[in-house]
């Protein structure tokens, strides 16, 4: 089966170099560095295997690149695509009604061929092998499906040889192709062009290019063509001549010494860091360094990851730099033919922040654009375009009539404080308080955390994250609430054990859709309790609060809790409308209302939504706020904001909020800040970012996955109803293994709960298994998956970008491993056929007791209405 896009196999391997030649323009000369550098490597090294390799090729298959560059070296030449036009890819593909191949094929047959090359390497320490690719055109020539060959090839990452310009405007040209290659992230490991004459293109490059640590080297012009019968000799005598010079040996020493470098140094990370860096959330104490994954680069949904537990080490090489005056140099190279990096699912989403793929160019260029024309310029007192258009932006887009004024931070921890602080001075003006003497509390959900920052840990409960945190103290009260869990394939809301007197016993639920139906739902019983327990906290036990904080939906790193929504609505109702909290009539100003006639003005307490991690289409939604159906007075948002990118955070605030800090005192304001607050950077990507995502959900990106998530009881229209990118079919199937305690999904989102008879939490171990053996990877698909797990929960994260074949492969490859590791005798299909099985004859009997009860309900509403009559 093909590997998931972006999943491309290893390009870094002990025993082949490869080697990509890009060209600054089209005519560059692409082709005479490639077969001066195969006759190079194959003089110097006659027992290595040097190989040639043409992905896309267009014109008379007289004039193929590959066929030139056998001729004139000998070597093995290889084309993977070839179009008789010769015109740019993208057309030439289109020709002769040709379907043209897709990047992925494209890659795939590179990838393919790599590691075929890398197979052919004898096994003899002293045997290795060479690969030059060469692109065609120009580094941002459109490949076959349109797509820019500096983007195409991007997931391979391969180390570079630019072919600068020696013609009139080839400075410039040289070194737009060089920024053009390291925006996107590729090692640049020399440039080289032909004399230049008079032009001094060489002369000027050579000392742009030293700054940058990038050699450069100059070729002799290249013979004309002369009298045809000559042109073979004359070539020929060129290419022997070029190739033996000092500059090209010197040249094919740097590639290969690049090469070992390059991987010793990720061989050797894992160790430095070991004695370097503090792991955030490790337990250093007796860590097996080789448990430290080296990422070498990400693009897409993937990492390329090194784990020293998986690879052996190198051997060495010596090589002789060549000439008189140069040394003897000891080159570390495997005699073991195996890759050195591994395609890796990341499925943490890197740590929930990734929405639009890793290495994505647009949101590079946003980058280097905000950086270019502003670097960093202060904010106190002044505004600047991108934190101007994404205030506005995020304005619109919440569309919370409430939401007024949005304040600058830079990260979601941070941005909590701001809020608690916004949230607690509205209370402290509106109920007189004196805030320095007033212990004044949070009102929030047990199980929840906001941050890891000391006020942040203050609005959560104890937990392992902040009890042994020598200034926590724990400001608030903490509701017990239902979950929403699956299991056995169906949807339920659970109460705590204990608590089915003030919650009502577990409820059934045909589909997610109803779970979200809340108009349709009874929250009286919620009510009774939440409005029971306030009373009792703030009459009995006199205690203070100024402001209501909760993530929407889900709780993070609390665990992936997946809090009944209904509740949370209930616990916002209960709040704004209790007499509990009734202020002094003077102290309410005037306030605007919406075209309902509903107040703007916060009631009761500030409401506070931590929408950090679930915000911003994590959940699926622009703003998870809009499950519960409620609009907040302050929401936070950070990890998506940018795409993934760079760290930023915004606090959003109603007027009445803002207006609490008015005052002609100047201490009365928000006293708040840091050096980098709205770092134009940061504030531009988020715009390009937040465009991107508003423009896939306008255009029905998710359409696929939204559409498998409809049922036929679904109660609102498409694409209202809650959806999930993973499918319900996996998802049912994992919660019918009997090792799993529960599953839940949501937007990009799959927690699974895993059984552990020592007891639940996050000092469980009941998870490490199955998150090993996803990184252990799957021979089927030749890459492996990053998690991370909450104890007993191993959650999994997709981009908003992640192709349906990539999440195809994925929920195969672990619904196999949940299988594997409750170590079922039967096979992992055979089992899954099994689940299946079950899992209709669930369906089934679910259906057939809704239609008994919905019988009955019509017959007694039948009785009723004769008796009435």
């Known amino acids: 089966m093909t590997s998931a896009a972006g999943a491309v196999s290893s390009s870094l391997w002990h025993k082949l170099i490869p080697v990509q030649i890009y060209g600054a323009n089209t005519g560059s000369g692409k082709t005479v560095v490639s077969t001066i550098l195969g006759t190079a490597f194959k003089s110097k090294f006659p027992y290595w295997r040097i190989n040639y390799l043409k992905p896309v090729s267009t014109g008379p298959e007289i004039e193929a690149d590959h066929s030139y560059v056998h001729r004139y070296t000998g070597i093995t030449t290889k084309c993977l695509f070839e179009f008789k036009l010769p015109v740019s890819p993208h057309i030439a593909a289109r020709d002769c009604f040709n379907i043209p191949p897709t990047d992925q094929e494209v890659l795939h047959e590179v990838s393919a061929a790599l590691l075929e090359y890398s197979q052919a390497v004898p096994k003899e320490p002293r045997r290795y092998g060479v690969v030059l690719i060469e692109t065609a055109g120009g580094v941002l020539s459109p490949g076959p499906f349109g797509t820019l060959q500096a983007d195409l090839y991007r997931p391979l990452r391969l180390p570079v040889v630019l072919v600068g310009d020696h013609r009139l405007g080839g400075i410039a040209a040289t070194i737009s192709a060089y920024e053009s290659l390291t925006l996107r992230g590729y090692d640049v490991e020399a440039i080289l062009l032909f004399e230049s004459g008079q032009l001094g293109n060489a002369d000027y ?89 080296t990422f070498d680069s990400a693009y897409g949904d993937f990492f390329q990851a090194y784990s020293p537990a998986k ?290 003005e916060w009631s009761g307490l500030p409401v506070v939504f931590d929408e950090v991690f679930t915000g911003l289409y994590r959940l699926g939604r622009f703003s998870s706020a809009s ?70 959900e306008r255009r029905n990106a998710w359409a696929k996955f939204i559409m498998r998530w409809r049922t036929m009881h679904a109660t609102v229209v498409y694409p209202k109803f809650p959806w999930s990118m993973w499918s319900q079919k996996t998802v049912k199937l994992i919660s019918q293994v009997s090792n799993v305690d529960s599953v839940i999904t949501l937007g990009s989102v799959l927690a699974i709960t895993l059984r552990d008879e020592s007891g639940a939490g996050y000092t469980s171990n009941a998870a490490n298994e199955l998150r090993d053996k996803l990184l252990e990877g799957s021979q089927t698909y030749g890459w492996s998956v990053h998690s991370r797990v909450l104890g007993n929960i191993l959650y999994l994260m997709t981009s908003l970008t992640t192709d349906r074949d990539t999440l195809l492969q994925l929920e195969e490859f672990l619904l196999r491993s949940v299988v594997e590791v409750h170590r079922e005798s039967l096979s992992p299909k055979e089992v899954a056929r099994r689940l299946f099985r079950k899992q209709r004859r669930l369906e089934n009997k679910q259906k057939a007791k809704e239609a008994k009860r919905i019988a009955e309900e019509r017959k007694r509403t039948t009785d009723e209405e004769e008796a009435d009559g």
């Open 627 to 696: 499950f519960l159906q409620v609009h907040p007075d302050i929401t936070v948002n950070a990890k998506l904001l940018t795409g993934g990118l760079l760290p930023l955070c915004t606090t959003i605030a109603s007027q009445s909020i803002f207006d609490a800090f008015l005052s002609d005192d100047k201490t009365d304001a928000l006293l708040h800040g840091h050096s980098y607050t709205a770092h134009a950077m940061g504030c531009h990507v988020a715009n390009v970012s937040l465009e991107k995502m508003q423009e896939m």
């Open 205 to 293: 490059l050579t000392k742009y290019f030293r700054f940058r640590k990038v050699p450069v080297f100059e070729l002799p012009k290249f013979p004309d063509s002369g009298d045809r019968s000559e042109v073979r000799l004359n070539l020929l005598h060129y290419y022997e001549t070029v190739s033996q010079s000092d500059s090209i040996s010197r040249l094919i020493i740097h590639l290969v010494s690049r090469q070992s470098r390059r991987i010793k140094d990720i061989e050797g990370m894992a160790s430095r860091a070991d004695s370097a860096i503090w792991h955030p959330f490790t337990q250093h104490k007796d860590r097996d360094k080789s448990s430290i994954l």
């Open 311 to 600: 690879w052996k080490a190198p051997t060495h090489l010596e090589l002789s730099l060549g000439g008189e005056d140069m040394k003897t140099r000891k080159v570390a190279i495997s005699a073991v033919p195996t890759p050195v990096l591994e395609p890796t699912f990341d499925g943490s989403a890197s740590w929930w922040t990734q929405g639009l793929g890793h290495g994505n160019p647009d949101l590079s260029l946003a980058a280097a654009y905000a950086a270019g024309r502003y670097g960093h310029v202060m904010f106190a007192g002044a505004v600047h375009q991108p934190a101007l258009s994404l205030a506005e932006r995020l304005l619109l887009g919440f569309k919370n009539p409430r939401l007024k004024k949005v304040f600058f931070s830079d990260n979601g921890s941070t941005g909590i404080e701001v809020g608690i602080k916004m949230a607690l001075k509205a209370s402290s003006v509106r109920y007189g308080w004196e805030s320095s003497s007033t212990d004044i509390g949070i009102i929030g959900l047990k199980g929840s955390y906001h941050g890891d920052t000391i006020g942040a840990m203050d609005a959560s409960e104890p937990s392992v994250y902040n009890k042994k945190v020598e200034w926590y103290r724990g400001r608030g009260y903490w509701f017990d609430y239902p979950q929403v869990k699956m299991r056995k394939g169906n949807w339920y809301v659970e109460p705590p054990a204990g608590m089915e007197a003030e919650f009502g016993p577990a409820q059934y639920y045909h589909s997610l859709d109803a779970v979200f139906d809340l108009k349709s739902r009874n929250a009286s019983k919620y009510e009774q309790y939440i409005e029971g327990m306030l009373n009792w906290l703030i009459k009995f036990k006199g205690k203070k609060f100024g402001a209501l904080v909760m993530e929407p939906v889900l709780l993070g790193a609390g665990g992936m809790i997946f809090v009944d929504p209904l509740f949370q609505r209930a616990l916002v109702d209960v709040v704004r409308k209790s007499k509990l909290f009734a202020p002094p009539a003077s102290s309410i100003t005037s306030a605007s209302s919406t075209a309902d006639g509903s107040s703007l």
